[in-house]
């Protein structure tokens, strides 16, 4: 199997690691889950993270022919519009987006404009779908349970897993977003265990677990199968689903969560200006 480089930046302030996946035969790449630096008390935007992406990439002479994200994010804004206008390529999500658009529509009351067919994408990935970067073959893989349009991705042996599982160390996400479900994503999992043991797995967060000194975004199959604290190999869907209710019921809500949702389930455009050619975010009280 094929085996693409992948160069991961990591943001501190959301724990989240964005990738440049390349084929080293053509210098063809693709982007997964981009940044926008959010400073949530002023409402101002910022590319700092995303202009250091950009720019590892223009110095590697890469062409970008994917803009991906893996799922609607909840703990960050999507760079994708601004990744497009300055490398080119195709914004692509899984093509259950439009479960999640239906469900964040009625909550934030977006009016006709706001359409959930998926359209505010260039391509929307089906389950099983091949593609390619340069020589590289990726494949969708549909992972339920975080979020209804969860999807991994795996392009050459590396494996581009969204939230749905973490570091060994750390366990597996959150299900109690709207449409999640525990047994949903111990059913993604075991689909992601079927792959050869040693397909690396690259994860979009990672939060350093208690008594490990530096945040690690690397895996492999074959060691989340052996050491995952909440659901390796043996552990059984009625244990997982116990544990993830429980442990889902002490989280707060992720800081951002309001203001990404908003962005990523339009593709990273920003909501319509109102009749003083201001664009706002809402906050719905009480409503999740």
């Given at each position: 199997?094929s ?5 991961g ?5 959301t ?5 440049v ?13 981009s940044l926008l630096d959010?400073?949530q008390?002023?409402?101002r935007?910022?590319?700092q993270?995303?202009d ?10 890469l062409?970008?022919?994917?803009i ?11 760079a994708a519009?601004?990744i497009?206008?300055?490398l ?6 899984g093509d259950?987006?439009s479960t999640v658009?239906?469900v ?13 067919d998926g359209s505010?994408?260039d391509?929307?990935f089906?389950?099983?779908e091949?593609?390619t970067i340069g020589?590289?073959q990726?494949?969708?893989?549909h ?12 392009i050459?042996?590396?494996?581009f897993?969204g939230?749905?599982?973490f ?7 959150r ?6 479900d ?11 265990f ?5 397909t690396?797995i690259?994860?979009?967060h ?9 945040y690690v975004?690397?895996a ?9 604290i909440?659901?390796?190999?043996g ?13 889902d019921?002490?989280?707060?809500m992720p ?11 339009r593709a990273?455009k920003m909501?319509?200006p109102?009749?003083?050619?201001i664009?706002y975010?809402?906050?719905p009280i009480?409503?999740l």
């Amino acid at each position: 199997m094929s085996e693409p480089k992948v160069t991961g930046f990591f943001d501190e302030a959301t724990y989240t690691i964005s990738y440049v996946v390349s084929d080293p035969s053509t210098g063809k790449c693709a982007v997964v889950d981009s940044l926008l630096d959010f400073d949530q008390a002023s409402g101002r935007t910022s590319t700092q993270s995303a202009d250091m992406l950009i720019a590892f990439v223009r110095e590697n002479d890469l062409t970008c022919e994917w803009i991906i994200d893996t799922h609607v994010h909840a703990d960050h804004l999507t760079a994708a519009p601004y990744i497009k206008q300055k490398l080119g390529g195709r914004t692509a999500i899984g093509d259950q987006i439009s479960t999640v658009q239906r469900v964040f529509k009625a909550i934030f009351n977006e009016d006709q404009r706001f359409h959930t067919d998926g359209s505010q994408f260039d391509h929307l990935f089906r389950d099983g779908e091949t593609y390619t970067i340069g020589n590289l073959q990726g494949r969708a893989i549909h992972t339920p349970g975080h979020t209804p349009a969860c999807m991994s991705h795996l392009i050459g042996d590396a494996l581009f897993v969204g939230d749905t599982i973490f570091m060994p160390d750390f366990g597996t996400a959150r299900c109690d977003f709207p449409g999640g479900d525990a047994g949903t994503l111990f059913d993604s999992i075991q689909k992601l265990f079927a792959l050869p043991d040693e397909t690396r797995i690259f994860l979009c967060h990672d939060y350093k677990a208690p008594g490990r000194d530096e945040y690690v975004w690397e895996a492999t199959i074959g060691a989340e199968k052996a050491d995952n604290i909440h659901v390796k190999t043996g552990t059984s869907c009625e244990e997982f689903i116990a544990m993830r209710t429980a442990r889902d019921a002490t989280l707060a809500m992720p800081k951002l969560i309001l203001p990404s949702v908003q962005i990523n389930m339009r593709a990273g455009k920003m909501p319509p200006p109102e009749d003083n050619g201001i664009r706002y975010m809402k906050v719905p009280i009480n409503a999740l």
